[in-house]
């Protein structure tokens, strides 16, 4: 429960609109999955975003982070912290000679597309991944030998006390989808690229080769959070769970893709619950068949055992 105080505190800092009560995650996740809100807040600039981490973190409100909620999954009972969204609204982009600097809320497709017009090169292995930069910058997302960390030179972040921090690259310890500032609790408000550069046409072919290589595999047509799990050392989960025979496998909604089995999707009226317990069977099925455990890439909002 959110009181009304700091809702009050919350539409002087962001204005009305952008502070919304009972909102379900549902529309706010590629997964298409998940119960409601109590509050979502979309700040528009840094010092709003500041000003609302401060004002929640005085109030002693939990809050989460958000972009476009697609490597998420959220229960069907919902969330009950204010969620702290950057994506729309927080989405500016500069370019300066080779560099790019970024709100937390642009697309990667944004990002790759005023790359592209700018003739820079570098940021064609995210344009197909359907976050935001703050989410890549989390993540340390990668895709087809790229990473977020091959290109950033430094970040704007926020405390969960609301002070701003300027980050060099290398203070980001960034790994394998992992991050400091994930493991701070820190949002990610702004990033800087340093990209190359290139002829437009190259980009674009590149960028293109891409986009059909992800058509091609991927089940893009289905709602999802993209890979389920973390790659296990040595080998590929998408092996593991069709080497199981778990390819098409369903619990209720939720199921195996039939077209790249590193995925779940929901293939209609899927629950959270469907997909975790669908998770967990996968997990246990690998394990005993195969001998390796398997974690999840995809983050979990809202459950007891939260991971
Ligand atoms: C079809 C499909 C394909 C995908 N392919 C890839 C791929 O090739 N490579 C890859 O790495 N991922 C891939 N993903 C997963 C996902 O797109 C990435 O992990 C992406 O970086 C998540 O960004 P987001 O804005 O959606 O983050 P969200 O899902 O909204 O959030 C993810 C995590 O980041 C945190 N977060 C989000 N924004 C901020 C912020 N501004 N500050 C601090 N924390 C924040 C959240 O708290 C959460 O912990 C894919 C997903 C789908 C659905």
Known sequence: ???ETLLETLRGIAGSQAVRKDVPMSGLTTFQIGGPAAVVVEPSCVQEAANVLAACHEAGQAV???GLGSDLLVADT????VI?????RFSGI???GSRMTVEAGASNAQVAQAALAAGLAGYEFASG???TIGGAAIMNAGAYGGEFRDVCCSLVCATPQGHLVNLHAWQACWGYRHSMMGDEGWAVLSATLQLRPDSPHAIRERMDDLAQRRADKQPLEMPSAGSTFKRP????AGKLIQDAGL????VGGAQVSEKHTGFVVNAGGATARDVRDLIAEVQRRVYEMEGVRMYPEVRMWGFDDEQ
């Open 78 to 81: 919902g969330v009950s912290e």
């Open 247 to 250: 390819r098409g496998f369903r």
């Open 64 to 66: 989460r982070l958000l």
């Open 1 to 3: 429960m959110v009181n």
């Open 129 to 131: 991944i359907p976050g």
């Open 94 to 96: 500069a370019v300066e």
């Open 233 to 236: 050392v040595g080998y590929f």
């Open 84 to 88: 702290v969204r950057f994506a729309e």
